[in-house]
């Protein structure tokens, strides 16, 4: 017959007792018998459940066991330190208040559901703390259900994988009131106070579909800052209306201004139209670039796909020039062979100039950082990952929750950003040089 779950547990621990009276009592008085480390405990409820065919982990497993002995131990010194006295003794004889017996419940655990005795008090003024009333989850399944979505697990993969791995039954309706949880944080992040400068700001958007009556694309607009220790800074998630529009970025670097920016130096962005002007309202002095990249792409889109090899090939002498009149002069080569067959792809760069040239003024140090978005697209990439698992959100806010936890999710070792700050100290350098007695470190 099948040990009872928790059984191994508690006779290891009973016959360890035994053991440690039994020596107290036949050592002499002047001696005292230490009890067993940690490590003999574990030794010992090996050997017991491979003797008596117990496994490690699963139901009825030594961990279940051990888990519904500490949590049940638990419970009942807090018990008892509410209660004010241990059980059986007589001073607790009349004083009011005495122990009810207890209440099986199931909870949820990192190693799967366990059933516990939980204590209960006579006048049911008792409030445990390590699980508390109705709690059905202890937090370390909040913590990896967060996680498990933070890395692109739909609701309903969440729920699979608790069922397949741990044999846990949680709803869909439960996870998503578990990720709710974060919804507080991810406000206090968004409206937190920001650095006084940042040296390069990094602005995009992604579309969504979101269900708003019927499902339609809209606009995720995001922020990354650069700060002066060369640190990435996701300023911020902003779910805007229809296509992507200057107008709304207006507001978005506003709000950007009013947490604190007092100062940004480069601003780089794609090539929509009147997005320079609302850069300049909100920072008189910052310098707005194209990203190079959008502007080789917007190229591709008005030309053969045959063609894509030649065109890539005769911009580079453009956007690797080593000034601004030799850039003009290799647009003027590149447009005596293509403007023909393909006039709008020269008229782009022509209305693209004055936000395409400022970065040729700037030593390679600057020019390999700010020549495009890349910083922001990888960003960008992993947000595309989590939403397309998805299909579609119900509203933006369940939207903006599942891409901040995307953001909480990444990087969990710190590699990355030790990478980023690695990359970003020679252009910093540059930059201090370049806008001199405007990159002021934070104040201590």
């Given at each position: 017959?099948?040990?009872?779950?928790?059984?191994?547990?508690?006779?290891?621990?009973?016959?360890?007792?035994?053991?440690?009276?039994?020596?107290?009592?036949?050592?002499?008085?002047?001696?005292?018998?230490?009890?067993?480390?940690?490590?003999?405990?574990?030794?010992?409820?090996?050997?017991r459940?491979?003797?008596?065919?117990?496994?490690?982990?699963?139901?009825?497993?030594?961990?279940a066991?051990?888990?519904?002995?500490?949590?049940?131990?638990?419970?009942?010194?807090?018990?008892?330190?509410?209660?004010?006295?241990?059980?059986?003794?007589?001073?607790?004889?009349?004083?009011?208040?005495?122990?009810?017996?207890?209440?099986?419940?199931?909870?949820?655990?990192?190693?799967?559901?366990?059933?516990?005795?939980?204590?209960?008090?006579?006048?049911?003024?008792?409030?445990?703390?390590?699980?508390k009333?109705?709690?059905?989850?202890?937090?370390?399944?909040?913590?990896?259900?967060?996680?498990?979505?933070?890395?692109?697990?739909?609701?309903?993969?969440?729920?699979?994988?608790?069922?397949?791995?741990?044999?846990?039954?949680?709803?869909?309706?439960?996870?998503?009131r578990?990720?709710?949880?974060?919804?507080?944080?991810?406000?206090?992040?968004?409206?937190?106070?920001?650095?006084?400068?940042?040296?390069?700001?990094?602005?995009?958007?992604?579309?969504?579909?979101?269900?708003?009556?019927?499902?339609?694309?809209?606009?995720?607009?995001?922020?990354?800052?650069?700060?002066?220790?060369?640190?990435?800074?996701?300023?911020?998630?902003?779910?805007?209306?229809?296509?992507?529009?200057?107008?709304?970025?207006?507001?978005?670097?506003?709000e950007?201004k009013?947490?604190?920016?007092?100062?940004?130096?480069?601003?780089?962005?794609?090539?929509?139209?009147?997005?320079?002007?609302?850069?300049?309202?909100?920072?008189?002095?910052?310098?707005?670039?194209?990203?190079?990249?959008?502007?080789?792409?917007?190229?591709?889109?008005?030309?053969s796909?045959?063609?894509?090899?030649?065109?890539?090939?005769?911009?580079?002498?453009?956007?690797?020039?080593?000034?601004?009149?030799?850039?003009?002069?290799?647009?003027?080569?590149?447009?005596?062979?293509?403007?023909?067959?393909?006039?709008?792809?020269?008229?782009?760069?022509?209305?693209?100039?004055?936000?395409?040239?400022?970065?040729?003024?700037?030593?390679?140090?600057i020019?390999?950082?700010?020549?495009?978005?890349?910083a922001?697209?990888?960003?960008?990439?992993?947000?595309?990952?989590?939403?397309?698992?998805?299909?579609?959100?119900?509203?933006?806010?369940?939207?903006?929750?599942?891409?901040?936890?995307?953001?909480?999710?990444?990087?969990?070792?710190?590699?990355?950003?030790?990478?980023?700050?690695?990359?970003?100290?020679?252009p910093?350098?540059?930059?201090?040089?370049?806008?001199?007695?405007?990159?002021?470190?934070?104040?201590?």
């Amino acid at each position: 017959m099948g040990r009872r779950k928790g059984q191994v547990v508690t006779d290891v621990l009973d016959e360890m007792r035994a053991s440690t009276s039994d020596a107290d009592s036949s050592a002499p008085a002047s001696t005292s018998t230490a009890s067993p480390s940690l490590d003999e405990l574990a030794v010992q409820l090996m050997e017991r459940a491979r003797a008596d065919g117990v496994q490690l982990v699963g139901p009825g497993g030594l961990l279940a066991g051990l888990t519904k002995t500490v949590l049940e131990a638990a419970l009942e010194g807090e018990l008892t330190e509410h209660l004010g006295y241990e059980p059986h003794d007589p001073a607790g004889d009349n004083c009011g208040n005495s122990r009810n017996g207890t209440r099986q419940k199931t909870v949820i655990t990192d190693i799967g559901p366990i059933t516990i005795d939980a204590p209960r008090d006579r006048n049911g003024s008792f409030e445990p703390v390590i699980v508390k009333k109705r709690q059905r989850r202890l937090t370390g399944v909040d913590q990896l259900v967060c996680s498990l979505a933070a890395n692109g697990l739909t609701h309903g993969e969440i729920s699979a994988h608790l069922a397949a791995v741990y044999g846990a039954q949680v709803s869909k309706e439960t996870i998503s009131r578990i990720t709710d949880r974060v919804i507080e944080q991810m406000s206090e992040w968004q409206s937190r106070p920001l650095d006084r400068v940042y040296p390069v700001l990094f602005i995009d958007a992604i579309f969504v579909k979101i269900r708003d009556g019927q499902v339609a694309n809209r606009p995720i607009y995001t922020a990354v800052g650069v700060t002066v220790d060369g640190e990435r800074d996701v300023l911020g998630l902003w779910a805007g209306t229809g296509g992507e529009g200057a107008k709304y970025w207006l507001q978005v670097l506003t709000e950007i201004k009013n947490r604190g920016v007092a100062d940004v130096c480069i601003v780089v962005c794609d090539g929509l139209s009147a997005l320079p002007d609302a850069i300049s309202a909100t920072w008189p002095l910052a310098i707005t670039q194209t990203c190079v990249i959008h502007l080789l792409r917007n190229s591709f889109r008005y030309a053969s796909k045959r063609d894509w090899p030649a065109i890539a090939k005769g911009l580079k002498p453009i956007y690797t020039a080593p000034t601004e009149a030799a850039a003009l002069e290799r647009l003027a080569d590149f447009a005596s062979v293509w403007e023909t067959k393909y006039p709008a792809i020269i008229r782009l760069w022509e209305n693209a100039w004055a936000e395409f040239v400022p970065f040729l003024s700037f030593d390679a140090e600057i020019r390999t950082v700010i020549y495009s978005t890349n910083a922001i697209e990888s960003l960008n990439a992993r947000f595309r990952r989590a939403t397309k698992a998805r299909g579609h959100f119900p509203n933006e806010q369940a939207a903006l929750k599942c891409l901040y936890l995307t953001l909480c999710g990444m990087d969990p070792t710190g590699a990355g950003r030790r990478r980023w700050i690695t990359r970003w100290k020679a252009p910093l350098n540059a930059f201090t040089i370049a806008f001199e007695g405007r990159i002021l470190p934070p104040p201590k």
